[in-house]
């Protein structure tokens, strides 16, 4: 008998949004990611939900249909981390002409069936507050609804939630070695920081690596052939605050691509992305110069004051592993998923997953369970799609009824800080507060309101081990930490025993 039913490689957005399907279907579970969760793709993102508007010009229909639906899912299922966002799409004379873009705009809003979120509207710029910051050429915009997602959280709530269930998620654990053997496969799992090896049994295997699964199948399978994916870079910058209202920007180029403006973090502005192929190591890939000046020109077309290199605060890159359907640009790659299935019926099978977003991952769960179903059998129905995330169970339009209800039970805790962890952990801050009267109670406080409650939480809970896991992917207190505040937690962390995650907290 194996020790798990299934084996789930890789602890991003896919990997964790299946884990947490599984278990909640009565399978047993075991994640092995190789670093940190969402260490990879998947914090790497513009952070939004979306329908993928210019996905409708590949006439991608059927991706955008079920990404324009998951919107007002996943916002339900997560309100602390998952907000609506308006977007305004300023018509620059000589791109796309204004029909097209009402037309695609149009389909955009009746595609999903849309509830919640407000339709699409025509705006004048010359009066509008959205048009006070672009220059002075732009009078005529559209303003339609997607939604903002903290992309890391959403990863480790998915595995939170799989582990409260009774999932084992291992973390700094990396799959040596697959092979198949008496009607199960075997795996070699390594603990990266000690080095230690252990086998496991599994009757299922999921290989959602990501950028690196076609490295699982060329390495732990020795297949040295495998090639699936196409990585593509795509590079972000942030800059210093260009606007103050809470509506964000599409900017269309003359390359045909579109950037993004986006309000980020209260005090700064999210200017992204980039397309184009990366050939080298997923996680050696850093923003280039020529990324940087074509990010900085593209936003400086549309704003009034011109955007540079001296406006920049924090940058960061990533490559989405996208299945490889021979398309002759990066932009023009399919954005869908591809699942495979390796194995005849009578041998242990492999699910690999390639490509996918943050948007369609649920689906995509639900996807690959149907393969698991028919390797080894049903056991429960298709769950999640009205199952709340860990401290996504109140209203989704009661996040300022929650942070209300949070300072009223912690009085003297500052606001900002009660508001902010409400935006982290949803109702779970509640746990995280205990019992605190003052901020003082919270503990150390080692810069930006980060408290030692809020890090042996994360340490306890969230599988945070670096100060790195704490100030750049369950938060991105990073960048207002100054450089010996972020040291001194350094320093802190390594005092911190690691916690194997694997009970629940419920």
């Excluded at 990585?231 to 579109?258: C, E, K």
């Excluded at 599988?463 to 207190?477: F, G, M, N, T, Y």
């Amino acid at each position: 008998m194996a020790d798990v039913d299934v084996l789930v490689i890789g602890g991003g957005i896919n990997g964790c949004g299946i884990a947490r399907d599984a278990v909640g279907r009565g399978y047993s579970v075991l994640l092995a990611e190789m670093n940190d969760l969402a260490s990879g793709t998947s914090s790497w993102s513009t952070k939004l939900i979306h329908g993928g508007l210019r996905y409708l010009e590949h006439y991608e229909f059927r991706l955008v249909r079920e990404a324009l639906q998951e919107r007002e899912v996943l916002w339900a299922m997560a309100p602390h981390i998952i907000r609506p966002l308006r977007f305004v799409l300023p018509h620059s004379k000589g791109l796309r002409p204004a029909w097209l873009l009402r037309l695609g705009l149009f389909l955009y809003d009746h595609l999903g069936g849309r509830k919640r979120l407000p339709p699409t509207r025509t705006l004048d710029l010359t009066t509008d507050v959205t048009g006070k910051p672009l220059k002075g050429g732009f009078s005529k915009g559209f303003e339609y609804s997607d939604c903002w997602v903290e992309d890391t959280r959403l990863v480790v709530l998915n595995a939170r939630d799989a582990a409260d269930r009774g999932a084992t998620v291992l973390t700094r654990t990396r799959v040596a070695a697959l092979r198949r053997a008496d009607g199960h496969w075997v795996a070699t799992l390594e603990d990266r920081q000690s080095g230690a090896r252990r086998e496991v049994t599994a009757r299922i295997v999921v290989n959602a690596a990501g950028p690196w699964v076609d490295e699982v199948l060329r390495g732990p399978l020795g297949r040295n052939d495998a090639h699936n994916v196409r990585l593509v870079q795509g590079s972000h910058i942030v800059v210093r605050q260009m606007f103050r209202h809470d509506r964000a920007y599409i900017f269309q180029n003359p390359d045909g691509r579109i950037i993004f403006a986006i309000p980020y973090e209260g005090e700064f502005t999210l200017i992204g992305t980039t397309d184009r192929d990366w050939t080298g190591d997923p996680a050696a890939v850093r923003i280039s110069d020529e990324e940087t000046d074509y990010l900085l020109a593209a936003a400086s077309e549309y704003f009034a004051e011109p955007v540079t290199r001296a406006d920049i605060v924090w940058t960061y890159s990533g490559v989405r592993p996208l299945f490889d359907d021979g398309a002759s640009k990066a932009q023009e790659a399919t954005r869908d998923y591809v699942l495979k299935v390796d194995g005849e019926a009578a041998a242990p099978r492999l699910v690999n997953v390639f490509g996918g977003k943050i948007t369609t991952y649920r689906r995509l769960a639900e996807s690959v369970l149907e393969k698991v179903e028919e390797a080894i059998g049903r056991r429960n129905r298709p769950w999640t799609s009205g199952a709340t995330l860990p401290g996504g169970d109140f209203p989704v339009e009661g996040f300022d009824a929650l942070v209300s209800l949070l300072q009223q039970a912690h009085p003297q805790v500052t606001p900002a800080l009660v508001r902010r962890l409400a935006r982290a952990y949803g109702t779970r801050a509640r746990d995280l507060l205990g019992d605190a009267r003052t901020d003082a109670d919270l503990g150390r406080d080692f810069g930006a309101g980060l408290t030692e409650a809020e890090i042996r939480y994360l340490v306890d809970r969230e599988w945070a081990v670096s100060a790195e896991d704490i100030l750049w992917r369950r938060s991105k207190l990073g960048l207002r930490l100054a450089p010996a505040e972020a040291s001194a937690l350094d320093d802190f962390m390594k005092g911190q025993p690691r916690s194997t995650q694997a009970a629940s907290v419920r």
